[in-house]
């Protein structure tokens, strides 16, 4: 059971839109910053978002994140074959004091 | 280019030890936190451990491994260890190093070393 809760699978056409979402509570997301990673297949992940919304050098523009209250989003647009992958939000959590990560969510485009 | 390199990985029996190693290039490694975070077959992601940038002086675990594994840092090396004990079925898995420029995120990965306990 993760602390972090996401969505085990979301789909879309090639060139729609997803969403997935990371819920938290206040000790959490509430109160910190999110990151999101990017594993594709037989890979290790990389990070695609910190700061909840800012992306590293070499980032796509069609990836995107979002922070609200205690939950936060990655938006990826323009969904590419290439996208297939599975996809973590991570942050810190004050009262454990350990880093603490979503169970994951896959994508897939149809 | 930013590498980090693991090593050590391998078979182990129940109960048994094993360290991990992650040497690290192409970033200062001193300014940088470390984690280790791991992956059981077919499942998801687990931070496991991080380590404080400059002298290491803080150290966090999480709660599955807390008492049996113990991170260091050795920065005249650029090396991240992670010494494993009272090993069990359930700490199989690919074991990832990943540098950061705080607590909250995993900037930079390794490939990963496969940790399999079993007899």
């Known amino acids: 059971q993760s602390v972090l809760t996401q969505p085990p699978s979301v789909s879309a056409a090639p060139g729609q839109k997803v969403t997935i979402s990371c819920s938290g509570v206040s000790s959490n997301i509430g109160n910190n910053f999110v990151s999101w990673y990017q594993q594709l297949p037989g890979s290790a992940p990389r990070l695609l978002i910190y700061d909840s919304d800012k992306r590293p050098p070499g980032i796509p523009d069609r990836f995107s994140g979002a922070k609200s209250g205690t939950s936060a989003t990655l938006d990826i647009t323009g969904l590419q074959t290439g996208d297939e992958a599975d996809y973590y939000c991570g942050t810190w959590d004050n009262s454990l004091r350990n880093v603490v990560l979503g169970g994951g969510t896959k994508v897939t485009v149809l | 280019e930013v590498q980090l390199l693991e090593s050590g990985g391998g078979l182990v029996q129940p109960g048994g030890s094993v360290r991990l190693s992650c040497t690290a290039s192409g970033f200062t490694f001193t300014t940088y936190v470390m984690h280790w975070v791991r992956q059981a077959p077919g499942k998801g992601l687990e931070w496991v451990s991080a380590i404080s940038a400059g002298s290491g002086v803080s150290t966090y675990y999480a709660d599955s491994v807390k008492g049996r594994f113990t991170i260091s840092r050795d920065n005249s090396k650029n090396t991240l260890s992670l010494q494993m004990n009272s090993l069990r079925a359930e700490d199989t898995a690919v074991y990832y190093c990943?540098?950061?420029?705080?607590?909250?995120?995993?900037?930079?990965w390794g490939q990963g070393t496969l940790v399999t306990v079993s007899s």
């Open positions: 990943a540098g950061a420029r705080s607590l909250i995120q995993f900037d930079y």
